[in-house]
């Protein structure tokens, strides 16, 4: 039996832009176990409700996270549509859809970024991100804000984009793609890549069910869920296949991901073909009162929000569990066995977003 | 049990265990706890989330404030973060949690925030 | 001192932004905007870096992580708060676990505001953080001759 140690691993790690702090146990160089803490960003937003109205937390929910700070946005105002009886004109779901989809484009770029930063390869990290910043320029040009632009209210969006704007998204997206597909065949072909990815964090299909996994990593592990599935927005009218990969390993999870990126530009470009003309906002008048549950599908998995009104403009309870939230017991899992020096892998395969988490 | 709404059921603290079993056995995933104290009703309301595929159900547990609910987190191990959460900013009292943290999970100064003051 | 104040290495810390701003500032080191042609680059020790960037406001459970990571950086060094909240507490300055801006803990010599703050100003603040530093590190190096 070799000598055990438990080590610290963050809050403040050269790996990680966000605080998250495991102790691990180790056997040598293996894991025997991985304590999570969190707290170093609780902020506890959603006790906001007592001071900030059922309008105003619309942009509290929006910077919930950064990454996916429209969907935040988005899930928020759906569930008060819910609540308030409110139909949204169908060019804003479509809008909606569009946004959604191009930061899930951005939100997966950037994991792949992470990635390669996690395994060592600085330059594929660059080449990302500079792909990335083409999303943004776009989020830039429709919408005024590059990481979080609020264009999301109760009963539709803000901003319309014109017709031609997204003729020329769609264009811009067609050239991008060769890139990606030459940038992230290095992850999926490239051997050094694969040697890092291949058989690292297993996660097996009922692990993921029992330790409650959402997203791409549920998917990663042959689970055929995503709720998007459900039809909320325009994505009822769009056709796409569930992308899932049944290796269970790290190599999977990137896997689903890259498909994924490939997917949102299809469904921009179907949301481009079928987008209705029309208003792009319903007036909204009242109180809400009554509850309403919404899952949504973030880049990082399903989403929950739950929103109770009592009749006053303030809210009796605004809940969100976040993906990252839910996928924290199977990191725990996948990072059991593991090598010392691949926990910084694996803590990014859930792709972790901890502002989410804390809140 | 008694139906509140579409997918959602009210249900009684000693049913609680028994039909969160059914569900592990029949492989639905914990979707979330969720924790609230509405200000016009003042007591506890638990809303335990399943999912299963595209199936998706809500059990209610209605709690006064010094009740003791039971955990779940011997069924479901991810429950602990949320039945931890809920006693660390609520106060809800949650017996035999698998891992209690003991209000150590966000180490907040202020003792359970979400808990509406009592007016005095 | 002359010879490194030429290239400062620069630390990044997550204060509990809603981390719109710390991708922002990770995007700064990436090839669009490329803070590191000013000869700064990016570190993740805190013992070997010169500027601290910092987002988000403080909480109680990392005031404490943020006090030691600036204890741990040598002398002269320069704190940049990044984004409103560092700035001030922002949109979060009235929840319960926020205490204010990041100047609650450590002294803060630059505020770049914007939510998120945008890479431009980020720059901005950075290039400005330089001159600082040239600075800090001459005052220091008087001090030090004078003794």
Redesign the interface.
């Known amino acids: 039996m070799g000598n055990r140690s438990v080590v610290p691993f963050g809050?403040?790690?050269?790996?990680l832009?966000?605080?998250i702090h495991l102790d691990l146990v180790l056997e040598d160089e293996k894991v025997l176990a991985a304590v999570p803490?969190?707290?170093?960003?609780?902020?506890?937003?959603?006790?906001?409700t007592d001071?900030k109205d059922f309008n105003e937390m619309v942009?509290?929910a929006e910077?919930?996270?950064?990454?996916c700070?429209f969907q935040h946005g988005m899930a928020y105002c759906m569930a008060l549509e819910e609540i308030m009886n409110v139909e949204v004109p169908r060019r804003a779901d479509y809008l909606r859809t569009i946004w959604s989809e191009m930061s899930r484009l951005h939100s997966h770029l950037?994991w792949l970024?992470l990635l390669a930063d996690g395994f060592g390869f600085e330059s594929l990290?660059?080449h990302s991100?500079?792909l990335?910043?083409k999303i943004?320029d776009m989020f830039e040009i429709s919408t005024g804000?590059?990481?979080?632009f609020s264009v999301n209210k109760i009963g539709g969006v803000l901003k319309d984009m014109p017709n031609d704007m997204l003729r020329d998204f769609v264009r811009q997206l067609n050239d991008m793609e060769k890139e990606i597909r030459d940038t992230t065949k290095i992850f999926l072909d490239d051997y050094t890549v694969k040697s890092r990815l291949v058989g690292v964090g297993i996660l097996t299909g009922?692990d993921a069910?029992?330790?409650?996994a959402v997203g791409p990593m549920m998917r990663a592990s042959g689970i055929?869920?995503d709720m998007r599935?459900?039809g909320y927005c325009a994505y009822g009218d769009l056709d796409f296949d569930v992308i899932t990969s049944n290796n269970c390993d790290s190599y999977a999870r990137c896997e689903v991901r890259i498909g994924e990126i490939f997917q949102s530009i299809d469904i921009i470009r179907q949301c481009v073909e079928k987008i209705p003309d029309g208003e792009i906002d319903t007036k909204v008048v009242g109180m809400p009162n009554g509850e309403a549950?919404i899952?949504v599908e973030q880049p990082r998995g399903?989403a929950?929000y739950?929103v109770?009104a009592?009749g006053t403009k303030f809210l009796?309870?605004f809940?969100v569990?976040t993906p990252t939230?839910?996928n924290?017991?199977a990191l725990v899992q996948t990072l059991q066995g593991a090598q010392y020096g691949d926990v910084p892998l694996l803590v990014l395969t859930i792709d972790p977003?901890?502002?989410c988490t804390?809140r | 049990m008694e139906q509140i709404k579409d997918n959602m059921y009210q249900i009684d603290k000693a049913e609680l265990l028994q039909v969160i079993m059914e569900k592990k056995n029949a492989l639905w995933r914990l979707c979330q706890i969720c924790c609230s104290f509405p200000k016009a009703e003042q007591h506890y309301e638990v809303t335990y989330s399943f999912s299963s595929g595209y199936d998706f159900v809500q059990y209610r547990l209605i709690a006064e404030k010094d009740e003791w609910v039971p955990s779940i987190s011997r069924v479901y191990n991810s429950a602990v973060f949320y039945e931890n959460e809920m006693h660390e900013l609520w106060g809800l009292n949650v017996e035999n949690i698998k891992v209690d943290l003991h209000d150590k999970l966000y180490r907040i100064d202020v003792e359970t925030p979400f808990l509406p003051k009592e007016e005095n | 001192m002359s010879t490194i104040h030429k290239s400062p290495w620069l630390l990044h810390y997550d204060g509990s932004s809603c981390n719109g701003c710390d991708i922002e500032v990770l995007a700064c080191t990436t090839p669009v905007y490329d803070v590191e042609r000013f000869g700064v680059i990016n570190t993740g020790n805190p013992m070997h870096a010169d500027i601290f960037l910092i987002t988000g406001g403080i909480n109680s459970q990392n005031a404490s992580v943020v006090k030691q990571i600036y204890d741990q950086m040598p002398e002269p060094k320069v704190v940049i708060a990044v984004g409103t909240c560092a700035c001030t507490g922002g949109i979060f300055k009235e929840c319960y676990n926020i205490l204010g801006g990041a100047d609650t803990v450590i002294p803060v010599d630059i505020y770049v505001p914007g939510c998120a703050a945008r890479p431009e100003s980020i720059i901005d603040g950075v290039v400005k953080g330089i001159g600082l530093f040239k600075e800090k590190a001459a005052a220091l190096e008087a001090k030090q001759k004078a003794q």
């Open positions: 809050p403040q790690h050269p790996v832009p966000e605080p803490s969190i707290g170093f960003i609780h902020r506890g937003l959603e006790s906001l001071k942009y509290v910077r919930i996270c950064g990454i700070s950037l970024g990290f660059m991100w500079r990335r910043e943004l804000g590059r990481v979080i009922e069910i029992r330790r409650g055929n869920v599935k459900n549950s899952r399903e929950y739950h109770r009592n009796d309870r809940r569990r939230f839910a924290v017991p977003c901890i502002s804390e």
